[in-house]
């Protein structure tokens, strides 16, 4: 309403102000005082008076009212600081500070109060009074801060907040304290905590339970995940333990459900750097309303844990020690040394493996001699391929450095040392740590230990100081050992030959009739004599007799084949054990060879040869004593007896010295016939059963032995196989046949072929075919004279190579005969392919075959098998007419048997059989 | 009988003067008793709509007006004096009666 006037003075206005009233109370009257507002028709309006009052108090009334109702103290300033209201909370409660006083009330200048304020709290009473001026001054349209200025020592805290009373222009300020000690002492608690916390070695988390994060973390913490707080407080609790949520959840609520801390827990963690360390978890919740707080206190007991276990290793390192020690002082030889070392120190020291080797200088390598914990295929690689020669492959290897370097090697931690050879399969047997100790004995490295630990740094400082000893004691054993083997090498062994002495001899002995009872077997034991032997000495002298007795010794451990079994057991008596005797005959084959080539054999004594008879006594076990003791002292006198007598060996029991000599005798007397001409063939004739004419001859051994006539086979031949003089007189046999053969075609008789049997030896023997083409000889028509007969059996033994053998004796044109047809089962399918021309049933199947049907029918089958496969057959045995009708029924193509004549000597045979071409005895029997 | 029609007011106020908030506490009483349940009253304040309280040609406040039933009506002032209002409003001889 004066947007348009012009300036007006002061009565004007006094005038216009009047016209209004006028017009208000004109107004009200008309409307009964029940309009508060008017405009007139452009729609300029104006409020009446009393609505003008009313909007006023209402508006008074309201803002008295909110500043009332606010819980802080608060005083408006006019332009220059005049308090010109404060609120009701100010009127009762001010007090608490220096600047809030209901002292202080409307009039009083707030500045002057501030910049007035004594003392201790001047300063920041002044900041308050300057900010109120920038406020005042529209230099900021906000000031605030905290202050306590509390003389009190309630240690009271306001916030004090500055805003201005109108927007645009200065016209006071609304000044507002508002008491926050509470929350300043919140914050206070929690930083104090926070800096204890942080001052706190262990590293801790809160973890807020509903949100999963972190609510705070300590500088350990941060330390120890190397993040700065920020950082971590952003990351959460699952990523840092880089475990499932869900799993952290539901341990963290086992933890609140039950109510009490955890027990701590200790876990292994790898730092960044690889390296292990310890830490013990502490967790507890916490309540807070209605929130859980986790609290996880993780402490690094690295160094105590270590400490822990240094002391468990080496208490460990000190068991093994004194066990070992103990053992050293009674154990008395190198194995028992080694295999109890590797024992105690798996057991006792908890080592997952040992090994102990020794050096071999000669061949640069490692021998190894004893383990516990090692497979055989890491053995066998250390000991052929592993050396101690620097570059060579395998040179260089922890143990080959500890020889070399005469110090103990180490490897700690196979986890990252990877390079340690058999490092796959150690850390899969559990190893992680090794090392290896040489052993010294004096200045020379003789062996070394390897021992493998289950645990991560093992082989500290101390542990290695206390091992190196360990090895040193181990090595002095050794040593020691050595010593007293030598010393025990006097006690057991005979220093000039080096062959047991009389007590190991015992012992030995002792031994070997424990395994022969144990087994059933028999034992000889024979003690040696040397004749002369004593002239000798003390002719030739006291050396030459050593080096005799060394010749001896030496002599008889080649004859022997084992030096165990032997013995020097006095001057001049050695003794043999013989542990398996199978039968009395081997009593006698050692004495023969014995005896044999002891007495040809030129011993050099003074560049003269010497030759040395012996005397034998011989025991044997059972019969002669069931102890070592006694044996030897009946085989004494045994040796005694046969001194004195004549003879060159004596038994203890006459008996057997009479069985081992007769078979002696005869073996000596076999081989002398042959020399002497004493075996002769005697012939067997061979009849057609057809014609009743001889058809062939089979030659028959017999011996002649000037002192006792003819023996019979079965006495001489399985000694002849025995002694292997069968191949000997086999090869006479088979000549004096094809000589006989020869002969009587010369000499214009009848000329039948001549069968002659062949012994297993013989055909074994690869030289065989070649030995009967010798005997053939240049003779065109010699094959065809001579048979070969072979027992079934024998050709069954090894048919191909019996197959093989045939043939070429086939090829040579040499007729094969299977003797003892039906006794070695042969098979069908190898009769048809065995390259032979005759089948000779066995005498047995001829006796059976008269009687009864069942007989007669298998020869018949025999018979009729042989002719299919185009084999002639030859009856042996046959002794009667029956039988030889029989055959003739059966088509039987020849016989041989008494009833047509006996094997007889040759010149008997050609009167016989031979003259005149017809066979006198064959004439008269058809 | 007019008792059964809806009835529509306006009433025009200037917000905060006390004649205006007893016009409207009276206003709201009367309905209450005479009209309950068919009257709408839409409160125009002329110091945010002044165009509107010149386009009705409204000239003072507190001022009702009666929209429907037919006859509009217009009072000005609190509302206090229940007859004349009620009167004026159509609505005194069903109170009468």
Request: hydrophobic letters at 45%.
């Amino acid at each position: 309403m004066t947007r348009d006037s012009p300036p007006v003075d002061a009565n004007d206005i006094s005038g216009v102000l009047k016209a209004l009233r006028e017009a208000d109370l004109r107004l009200e009257e008309l409307t009964a005082g029940e309009v508060d507002w008017v405009s007139d028709r452009q729609g300029r309006s104006y409020l009446l008076q009393h609505a003008q009052d009313q909007l006023r108090d209402a508006d008074a009334a309201k803002q008295a009212a909110i500043l009332n109702a606010l819980p802080a103290h608060i005083i408006l300033l006019d332009a220059q600081g005049l308090i010109v209201s404060v609120n009701e909370t100010w009127q009762q409660l001010a007090g608490g500070s220096v600047l809030l006083d209901s002292a202080y009330g409307i009039g009083v200048n707030y500045l002057e109060i501030c910049e007035s304020v004594p003392h201790a709290y001047s300063a920041d009473a002044r900041r308050i009074a300057a900010g109120i001026r920038r406020v005042l001054a529209a230099q900021t349209k906000h000031f605030s801060t905290e202050y306590t200025c509390d003389p009190s020592n309630d240690g009271r805290w306001y916030l004090l907040t500055v805003t201005p009373l109108a927007e645009n222009r200065p016209s006071g300020v609304i000044v507002m304290h508002v008491d926050i000690t509470e929350q300043k002492h919140g914050e206070e608690a929690i930083q104090r905590f926070a800096a204890a916390m942080d001052a706190s070695a262990d590293a801790i988390y809160l973890v807020d339970r509903s949100s999963m994060r972190f609510v705070h973390v300590n500088e350990a913490a941060c330390r120890a995940q190397t993040q700065t707080r920020a950082c971590l407080l952003a990351l959460t609790p699952a990523q840092v333990l880089a475990a499932p949520d869900e799993d952290l959840k539901r341990s963290y609520d086992a933890l609140i459900a039950s109510g009490a801390a955890a027990k701590p827990v200790e876990v292994v963690r790898r730092r960044e750097d690889g390296s292990k360390m310890w830490v013990e978890l502490r967790r507890h919740a916490q309540r807070s309303g209605d929130r859980w707080t986790i609290v996880s206190l993780v402490r690094d007991i690295t160094e105590r844990k270590e400490a822990e276990i240094r002391i468990v290793h080496l208490s460990r390192v000190h068991a093994m020690l004194s066990g070992i020690n103990t053992l050293i002082v009674r154990v008395r030889t190198r194995d028992e040394l080694f295999s109890e070392s590797c024992r105690i120190a798996t057991e006792e020291g908890g080592f997952r493996m040992i090994w102990i080797g020794m050096v071999d200088r000669n061949s640069m390598k490692i021998i190894p001699v004893a383990s516990v914990g090692a497979d055989p295929e890491f053995l066998s690689f250390v000991r052929e391929r592993f050396s101690l020669q620097e570059g060579a492959a395998y040179g260089n290897t922890m143990a080959a450095r500890a020889i070399r370097e005469m110090k103990a090697m180490v490897a700690n931690d196979l986890e990252t040392n990877v390079e340690v050879l058999f490092h796959k399969r150690h850390f899969d047997a559990g190893i992680r740590s090794m090392a290896m100790f040489p052993l010294l004995v004096g200045n020379d490295v003789v062996g070394v230990v390897g021992l493998y630990a289950g645990e991560s740094e093992f082989f500290h400082d101390g542990e290695v100081k206390l091992l190196t000893d360990l090895t040193r004691d181990i090595a002095f054993a050794i040593d020691h050992i050595e010593k007293q083997e030598k010393l025990d090498y006097f006690a057991y062994y005979d220093v000039l030959t080096g062959l047991a002495n009389r007590n190991l001899f015992l012992e030995r002995t002792a031994q070997y009739i424990r395994s022969a009872a144990s087994g059933g077997r028999k034992l000889a034991l024979y003690l040696i004599d040397l004749e002369r032997f004593k002239n000798l000495n003390d002719s030739l002298g006291r050396p030459a007799g050593d080096a005799l007795l060394r010749q001896v010794a030496e002599w008889l451990t080649l004859n022997v084949g084992d030096v165990n079994l032997l013995a020097r057991v006095g001057a001049d008596h050695f003794a043999v054990v013989l542990p398996d005797i199978k039968r009395d005959i081997d009593v006698a084959r050692l004495l023969e060879k014995t005896m044999q080539s002891f007495l040809g054999h030129p011993f050099r004594l003074n560049d003269a040869v010497f030759r040395i008879s012996a005397k034998v006594g011989v025991a044997l076990f059972p019969e002669d004593g069931a102890d070592a003791d006694t044996l030897f002292k009946n085989a004494e006198s045994a040796l005694k007896k046969a001194k004195s007598s004549g003879a060159r060996f004596l038994c203890y029991a006459e008996k057997m010295t009479a069985s081992v000599a007769g078979r002696l005798n005869l073996e000596n007397r076999l081989r002398l016939a042959l020399e002497r001409n004493e075996f002769v063939l005697h012939y067997q004739p061979k009849v057609s059963l057809a014609s009743g004419e001889p058809t062939g001859a089979e030659a028959l051994l017999r011996w002649n032995d000037p002192g006792t006539g003819l023996v019979p086979p079965r006495r001489f031949i399985p000694l002849l196989e025995e002694t292997g003089l069968i191949h000997d007189v086999g090869r006479w046999a088979l000549k004096s046949a094809i000589d006989d053969y020869a002969r009587w075609r010369r000499i214009g008789l009848r000329a039948l072929r001549i069968a002659v049997n062949v012994s297993p030896l013989q055909l074994r023997n690869r030289g065989f075919v070649a030995e009967v083409k010798q005997a053939l000889g240049t003779d065109a028509q010699a094959a065809a004279g001579l048979e070969l007969e072979l027992t079934e059996s024998l050709i069954m033994e090894d048919v191909r190579f019996s197959i093989a053998s045939l043939r070429a004796i086939r090829a040579l044109g040499v007729s094969v005969a299977v003797d003892d047809f039906g006794t070695g089962f042969s098979s069908l399918s190898y009769l048809a392919r065995l390259p032979v021309n005759t089948l000779k049933i066995d005498r047995s199947f001829v006796i059976d075959m008269a009687e009864g049907p069942q007989g007669l029918a298998l020869v018949a089958t025999i018979i009729n098998l042989a002719h299919s496969l185009k084999l002639s057959v030859v009856a042996e045995g046959v002794e009667t007419e029956e039988q030889s009708r029989l055959l003739r029924l059966l088509d039987c193509d020849e016989m041989q048997g008494y009833l047509f004549g006996k094997p007889v000597p040759r010149d008997e045979f050609e009167a016989k059989y031979l003259a005149g071409g017809a066979p006198p005895g064959a004439g008269g029997r058809t | 009988m007019t008792g059964r029609s809806k009835f529509a007011f306006r009433l025009f106020v200037a917000s905060g003067t006390i004649n205006s908030a007893e016009a409207i506490a009276n206003l709201n009483a009367l309905c209450r008793k005479h009209l309950a349940g068919r009257h709408e009253i839409e409160v125009v304040d002329v110091f945010r709509e002044p165009q509107r309280a010149l386009a009705e040609q409204i000239h003072m406040t507190p001022t009702l007006l009666k929209l429907a039933p037919f006859p509009a009506a217009r009072i000005v002032g609190t509302l206090s004096q229940t007859r004349r209002v009620l009167e004026t409003l159509g609505l005194a001889a069903a109170d009468s009666a």
